[in-house]
């Protein structure tokens, strides 16, 4: 079979030309068996495939609706179709037969399915009960449904549902000037904002024909990785908390606000908002900044250090913490899984080394002898799948990126806003970024029409898989430690219902 994988990222090319749907299908089956795997699926009048393989870049496919609105399920085969093809159904009306799991994904307004009508898994059995937990977090105060199967306090089964508060984000950013929706970027997930909003400059630039290079996209990337600090440690304050180790509670809540506090002296937003912008940036880095901030961060690496060395050490930690949760690295690959949920079982994907975007390229680690550089990048990846896995790895990651920022910084001259007008956006195109935001994969679909129209925009947030993996993480556990395998994968509601 012949490939014309794209290896640039992002990427803006003319819409493919449809296939026949046997072909479709049966490419679909090869690249997958060639270790491809699916970063996007969807439905806009054709079908449109995008089929990802680290260094081999992305192969498109499309072909029409087949004519009966049924075609084989592809899940049955390569599990990691099986949300693609539930949200296919739910937004198309098109069945994918024999599919093991085929439930509404979501429920946008004015669709076919309502959220009352919902068919959870259930028992008859005497000796299960059930325990459901939402519509609305407690927490975070946002809408998802949880319902739990359980033998006493054992769970054999969990059930996820989000779909409850369709926003059809997706919808208002195909609405109008497509360089102009920013806003609506960083609010996919509000605690990625610079992730998706990294994502959206990518895709909107590569379809007018941009490409921003040189102090500008060294900005970009120092942003996306103070994002990832700052979220890493956030989730070892909570996963202390959840424990009841107060004083990793209590520590790792003041490093995150001081990296937030960092971003907020550089861009007027503790969350990254409004610091970057298509064509450009919005605010840059002087010279003062950048001392300040290098002083800032060698001090946070510092104290780190010494509190993950703490937690991770620490008996009581590792009694709950140890084998809780775990994830199997068969399961992660075959679910499209992505970020810490996936690193921490062993599957080493990393976008930023995968689908080299914004500089990355020059930061990679590419072979043994290098890899303790201290300013390299690699997946880094542990085994157990558990808690403790996805902890741990929250401390390397948090030190390989200030390693990286350090770097980044040293070799960054004074830098002050800068962004390039944006020409029309080219007709008939289809555009693509891949970012590795802190969650794991983010990808950004954009097409556009004759006109130069955008016909629509397709987000996919790391969450979307990575759900399905907390499912089946908290299985034979223990209910009481749902709460800590939760945080451990911090998934987003908002980012999983868009």
């Not at 393989?53 to 179709?81: M, N, Q």
């Not at 969990?158 to 059809?168: N, T």
């Not at 954009?446 to 969450?463: E, H, L, M, N, R």
Request: glycine share 10%; aromatic share 8%; hydrophobic share 40%.
């Amino acid at each position: 079979m012949e490939l014309s994988a794209y290896k640039r990222n992002p990427v803006s090319v003319l819409a493919p030309e449809p296939v026949p749907n046997a072909e479709f299908f049966a490419r679909i089956r090869e690249l997958s068996a060639l270790g491809y795997a699916p970063l996007f699926y969807f439905g806009v009048r054709d079908l449109i495939c995008g089929m990802g393989k680290a260094s081999c870049g992305v192969e498109i496919l499309r072909s029409p609706f087949p004519a009966s609105l049924e075609y084989p399920a592809l899940t049955v085969d390569i599990p990691a179709f099986h949300i693609f093809e539930r949200e296919l159904w739910e937004e198309c009306g098109l069945t994918p037969l024999g599919h093991p799991w085929l439930k509404p994904l979501r429920y946008p307004a004015g669709g076919r399915f309502q959220v009352k009508e919902h068919p959870f898994f259930s028992s008859q059995s005497p000796a299960l009960h059930e325990v459901g937990v939402g519509p609305v977090h407690a927490g975070v105060i946002e809408p998802g449904h949880f319902r739990f199967i359980c033998q006493g306090e054992t769970v054999e089964h969990l059930e996820i549902q989000l779909g409850y508060q369709h926003r059809g984000i997706a919808k208002l950013l195909a609405d109008g000037d497509i360089s102009s929706q920013i806003q609506l970027a960083e609010m996919i997930a509000g605690d990625t904002a610079v992730g998706h909003g990294l994502a959206y400059c990518l895709a909107t630039e590569a379809l007018c024909g941009v490409e921003i290079s040189g102090a500008s996209q060294t900005v970009r990337l120092i942003a996306l990785e103070l994002e990832r600090v700052a979220m890493h440690l956030a989730d070892l304050s909570a996963l202390s908390g959840d424990i009841a180790y107060l004083s990793g509670l209590n520590l790792f809540a003041a490093l995150r606000t001081t990296v937030i506090n960092a971003s907020l002296a550089l861009c007027g937003s503790r969350f990254g908002k409004r610091w970057l912008c298509p064509g450009g940036i919005n605010y840059g880095i002087s010279a003062a900044q950048n001392s300040t901030l290098r002083e800032t961060l060698s001090a946070v690496g510092t104290q780190e250090e010494l509190c993950a060395a703490a937690l991770l050490s620490d008996a009581g930690v590792l009694n709950r913490f140890d084998s809780t949760g775990s994830l199997s690295l068969e399961t992660v690959k075959e679910l499209n899984m992505s970020g810490i949920t996936a690193k921490a079982a062993g599957y080493a994907i990393d976008a930023r080394v995968d689908f080299p975007y914004g500089g990355y390229e020059n930061l990679i680690v590419k072979d043994r002898q290098n890899e303790l550089a201290s300013h390299g990048i690699r997946a880094l990846t542990l085994d157990s799948g558990d808690v403790f896995a996805r902890a741990s790895l929250r401390h390397l990651d948090i030190m390989q990126s200030l390693d990286m920022i350090q770097f980044m910084l040293s070799t960054l001259p004074s830098v002050e806003a800068r962004v390039t007008e944006l020409p029309a956006p080219r007709a008939n195109q289809l555009a693509i970024s891949i970012v590795e935001g802190w969650r794991g994969r983010i990808v950004h679909v954009i097409g556009t029409d004759q006109a130069g129209q955008t016909s629509f925009y397709k987000v996919y947030d790391p969450s979307l898989h990575n759900w399905f993996g907390l499912a089946l993480a908290v299985r034979d556990g223990g209910i009481s430690d749902f709460p800590l395998c939760n945080k451990s994968f911090d998934l987003s509601y908002c980012g999983a219902d868009l």
